[in-house]
């Protein structure tokens, strides 16, 4: 018996599928552009990303450069100030502007990649911990309090003084200290999760627990991760520029906003432009990624979609 194939109708049937990815990209677009903290937050951290990657074009000068002949210029407003650089000068002749810009590149990348690695860590100890329960939750819940146990900043202080401060070191060692705060948040949504008819279904047929966990568990935690790495990156970047700021962080002549507040801290009485300014872009940068988290939780959270 010979079947005939209308192509046609197959490719009638995908279109639907393209059509509804569309709205749910304009659906996006339209809540974001409702909300005002959402879209300030939005072009913030756009802006911050954009700097970030080509700050070795948008930078006037070499962040690195001394000139002790123009060291201490004011901004460019003032009185002994220069268009050539527009918001002065530090204690060495490097331009303020230039170091900001190639700043944002140590933030984003320590605020996001430790967010990353607390998330990986997070996520493995909380599903497995919510969805074996037992002997393995107990093991693992008492891992996560121990560690919540230790004051981070003393865990943080204790392994910047054995290792060298670096990027890297940075990265992994706040990493490893706010893992804990995704794992049980994670815990306890699987713990909801794998009580549900799809799971109880997929456990009827004999699927296997490492599927159940990857193709249907993770997929309906994966909003309340976006919504806590969001602000975890926030407090991130302030956390690497405290430590920077107390000489625990990235190390010259890699340019952070911690190691400009603390090059400024001496000179906020005379010349106050060499602190305040990293200290604007710290408070721009967090508030728009606080923003964009509050505005990403409203729409990614069924609880507050409810009450709208």
């Known amino acids: 018996m010979e079947v005939n194939v ?76 220069s268009t050539t650089y527009l918001l002065g000068t530090d204690n060495l002749g490097r331009d303020i502007l230039s170091r900001i810009i190639y700043g944002t590149r140590v933030s984003l990348l320590v605020g996001i990649f430790s967010v990353i690695l607390a998330g990986i860590i997070g996520i493995l100890v909380g599903i497995f911990a919510g969805y074996y329960g037992g002997v393995i939750d107990n ?28 990027i890297m070191v940075l990265i992994v060692v706040i990493g490893f200290t706010n893992w804990v705060t995704y794992a049980r948040v994670v815990r306890g949504e699987v713990l909801s999760i794998k009580e549900r008819e799809f799971v109880r279904a997929s456990r009827s047929i004999g699927t296997k627990n490492a599927t ?24 991130t970047i302030i956390l690497e520029a405290s430590l920077s700021f107390l000489g625990l962080g990235i190390q010259p002549p890699t ?26 872009a710290i408070t721009i940068t967090v508030l728009g990624i606080i923003f964009l988290g ?3 939780r409203d729409v990614l959270d069924p609880r507050t979609q409810g009450r709208k």
């Open 6 to 81: 209308n192509r046609d109708a197959v490719v009638d049937v995908n279109k639907p599928i393209t059509k509804t990815k569309h709205n749910r990209l304009f659906r996006l677009i339209k809540l974001l552009l409702r909300s005002k903290t959402g879209t300030t937050g939005f072009f913030i951290v756009f802006a911050v990303v954009f700097i970030a990657i080509f700050a070795n074009i948008l930078a006037p000068h070499n962040p690195a450069a001394n000139n002790l002949g123009d060291m201490l210029k004011p901004p460019a407003w003032l009185d002994g100030g």
């Open 139 to 166: 093991i693992l819940m008492r891992i996560v309090d121990s560690f919540l146990a230790i004051p981070s900043i003393l865990f943080i202080l204790v392994v910047l003084a054995v290792f060298e401060p670096s």
């Open 212 to 235: 159940i966990m990857l193709k249907h568990i993770f997929p309906n935690i994966i909003s309340s991760f976006i919504v806590i790495s969001t602000l975890s990156v926030a407090t």
């Open 255 to 280: 340019v952070s906003w911690g190691g400009m507040l603390t090059d400024g801290r001496n000179y906020l009485a005379t010349n106050w432009w060499l602190a305040t300014f990293p200290g604007i």
């Open 294 to 296: 509050d505005w990403l």
